[in-house]
């Protein structure tokens, strides 16, 4: 029988005032590995899984590794995703294609893939290729295309999980480039219009750790939050927030509780702009799955 986690835990944040966590595993998780819901127009939302054939098995790359994709589907009010379907684009991506943002208008679409193509790759028979962040639009009778990567991304590091501020103006996303201090750290990067980018920012040693920092989001009021696997934790993954609104000289990340974190790998943290409700990715004991997505509530 399907397992299904509903936990309710009254706490005190640091806004001062008492909220009920309650979540849920999703009738969505099966064996496979779903995690990284974003919020689209209206009840449409994309998560990432493995890519499947057409006997819905996950698909495998030519040296046996399963391969991620995008999946879309529709919100119900309880927070159940159903209807899903494969990502529809006019590219093809090699070995992965995941982590959808959104500009604030919808028409860009921002996604974590591999730097080549996969025509290219094959015939160059590239066996691993390091990830980077790429913008698409969406063209009427096209759906979404265009895909290139952005400016900043060097092929000799890794770039993924973008997410945009509330205004649109600012990208977060995880990297291991130049002046990494862990594993992979958080940077964030001016968005200036007409493809260009300002210079790319560590977001600094108060919120990166030596370990491996990644997975951001911004909520509607300009507060971060991420995943880090740093000391100190519940274990593996843990979630965390930070008020980008706080003063830097004294502002630090805080540890969200449980049953938001658990022992586990916790991640991909999001809310809605009510911040009423929102999804995250957890490993936890008796889930469905490798990773599962959760629905919350938050009262």
């Keep these: 029988m399907k397992f299904v986690c ?17 979540i849920k595993n999703l009738k ?34 030519q040296d046996k590794r399963l391969i ?3 999946f879309e589907g529709e919100k119900t009010e309880d927070g159940e995703i159903i209807n899903p379907k494969q990502f529809n684009k006019s590219e093809k991506f090699v070995f992965n294609t995941s982590s959808a943002a959104f ?4 028409k860009y679409m921002y996604i974590t893939t591999n730097f080549m ?10 066996k691993s290729i390091n990830l980077n962040i790429q913008r698409g639009e969406y063209i ?16 000799n590091y890794n770039y993924g999980h ?7 103006s600012t990208m977060y996303f995880t990297s291991n480039a130049d002046g990494a201090h862990g ?24 919120i990166n750790s030596p370990r491996k920092d990644m997975f951001p989001f911004v909520s509607k009021d300009n507060v971060l939050y991420f995943a880090s696997d740093r000391v100190r934790g519940y274990g593996g993954l843990d979630i965390y927030s930070y008020d980008l609104n706080g003063d830097p000289e004294t502002t630090k990340p805080v540890l969200l509780p449980k049953p938001i974190n658990s022992r586990s790998d916790d991640f991909c943290y999001i809310l809605n702009d009510e911040m009423t409700e929102g999804y995250f990715a957890s490993r936890r004991p008796k889930g469905k799955g490798e990773d599962d997505i959760y629905y919350f509530t938050l009262d």
């Design 162 to 168: 973008a997410v945009l501020s509330p205004d649109g």
């Design 6 to 22: 509903s936990i309710i835990l009254v706490l005190t944040i640091n806004f001062g005032f008492s909220q009920t966590y309650k």
């Design 68 to 70: 991620f994709t995008m």
């Design 28 to 61: 969505l998780n099966d064996d496979k590995s779903q995690y990284g819901v974003v919020y689209y127009k209206g009840n449409k939302v994309y998560y990432t899984s493995y890519m499947l054939d057409n006997r819905n098995r996950a698909r495998r790359d």
């Design 140 to 155: 009427e009778g096209r759906g979404w295309t265009n895909f290139e990567a952005l400016p900043f991304c060097k092929p």
């Design 117 to 126: 193509k996969r025509g290219k790759s094959y015939k160059r028979k590239v």
């Design 183 to 206: 594993q992979t750290d958080l940077f964030k990067v001016k968005i200036l219009g007409n493809g260009e980018y300002g210079e790319v920012e560590n977001l600094g040693k108060t």
């Design 103 to 106: 500009s604030p208008d919808g």
